[in-house]
């Protein structure tokens, strides 16, 4: 009876290491990285964008990061992590380079809006809602938790 529970406890503590494995690579990828500065930037322009106070004071830092946001999308683009495991996609690589496309896209124009000296709280709000509108489909596609 005990060796069946022995067995059991085995098993578990196995599949633990294995699921433990696969995050720390995953955590440790080129991408990952990347993606966390992604985050970090896009928490930068939700503040700065939030209302016209914080527009107004958090203005040079805004811009700062979407030109950072360009440069982060951009360099994106190439590290194909994500479609090496994704599975059931067609095309994995043509649908990759699209949304890239449109992340840099929405990015780039975000940093336009924001770096023009005419540019309101609004239109920065609008421009940086589009890049985030950018980042779902792919994360829907691509970042699909195991």
């Known amino acids: ?47 700065g964008t939030r209302t016209e106070p914080a527009y107004k004071k958090a203005r040079k830092d805004v811009v700062k990061a979407a030109e950072e946001l360009v440069k982060l999308a951009k360099q994106s683009k190439p590290m194909k992590d994500a479609v090496k495991k994704a599975k059931d996609v067609k095309d994995a690589d043509a649908k990759w380079d699209a949304m890239m496309d449109d992340f840099i896209k929405a990015s780039d124009e975000l940093a336009k809006v924001v770096g023009n000296e005419a540019s309101t709280q609004a239109q920065a709000k609008t421009a940086h809602a589009a890049v985030k509108k950018s980042c779902t489909p792919c994360h829907d596609v691509f970042r699909v938790e195991e």
Do not use: Y
């Open 1 to 47: 009876m005990q060796r069946k529970w022995f067995v059991l406890a085995g098993s578990m503590l196995a599949g633990l290491v294995v699921c433990a494995g696969i995050t720390v690579a995953d955590e440790d990828s080129p991408l990952h990285k990347l993606m966390e500065q992604v985050t970090a930037k896009n928490t930068v322009i939700t503040k």
